[in-house]
């Protein structure tokens, strides 16, 4: 069978790290994620691409420099490309990634947030 | 602000319509796709790209000529490029589908199933 199953509630069990991605799935070259969110990250842009974001579990928001973006589970959101945003969630929130293989969690932004890329669970 | 957040419950409670995929985000060239599964679609090949399927609610499955790939809530199956497959529900199943802008839910196949492409909700 070409195909593997993936449950996204058995991945998101098996790391605990806040603010690191884990690549579940690729669909050409784009990369589905999954994260764990919990406090404030780093205010940060990706010049280049376009980022979604889809709550499986808790609520998050994504503050811009002109408003809020609230999510709870089951909401999506795009944050477009070269746009500075910072995730927050005040309790942890389970959130599935969607964008092209090579980004970086802290987009143009280098500190300890960073994440290492392209780690699959 | 940026971007609007989009309820992935609100925008399948807005059709009804079976293997007819409706557009409810885009990640630059990428569209993420609702769809309500029910019965057997049609054998077909995405000759050009590969195809995620994120299970949202009931079960489903994709057929392949070399297996069976079952999926319930929370699983996920990327088809990949060049591969036959059929997906099937005995009952209505909500997915989300991520692909390349341009692609038709029959891929090779041209029959009834064929649903309008990019028709967003």
Same mark, same amino acid.
């Given at each position: 069978?070409?195909?593997?199953?993936? +449950?996204? !509630?058995? *991945?998101?069990?098996?790391?605990?790290?806040?603010?690191?991605?884990? $690549?579940?799935?690729?669909? /050409? #070259?784009?990369?589905? *994620?999954?994260?764990? %969110?919990?406090?404030? %990250?780093?205010?940060? =842009?990706?010049?280049? =691409? @376009?980022? &979604? %974001?889809? $709550?499986?579990?808790?609520?998050?928001?994504?503050? %811009?420099? @002109?408003?809020? !973006?609230?999510? &709870?589970?089951? #909401?999506?959101?795009?944050?477009? *490309?070269? =746009?500075?945003?910072?995730?927050? &969630? #005040?309790?942890?929130?389970?959130?599935?990634?969607?964008?092209?293989?090579?980004?970086? /969690? =802290?987009?143009?932004?280098?500190?300890?947030?960073?994440?290492? +890329? #392209?780690?699959? $669970?």
């Amino acid at each position: 069978m070409p195909s593997d199953v993936v +449950n996204l !509630a058995d *991945k998101l069990a098996r790391f605990s790290e806040h603010w690191s991605p884990r $690549v579940v799935a690729e669909v /050409n #070259d784009y990369q589905l *994620k999954l994260a764990k %969110f919990e406090g404030e %990250f780093v205010w940060h =842009t990706h010049e280049d =691409t @376009d980022e &979604a %974001f889809l $709550v499986l579990e808790g609520s998050m928001r994504i503050e %811009f420099r @002109d408003g809020v !973006a609230h999510l &709870a589970e089951g #909401d999506l959101c795009v944050v477009p *490309k070269g =746009t500075e945003h910072r995730p927050c &969630a #005040d309790r942890e929130c389970h959130v599935l990634l969607i964008e092209p293989r090579g980004v970086v /969690n =802290t987009g143009d932004v280098v500190g300890e947030l960073r994440a290492a +890329n #392209d780690v699959w $669970v």
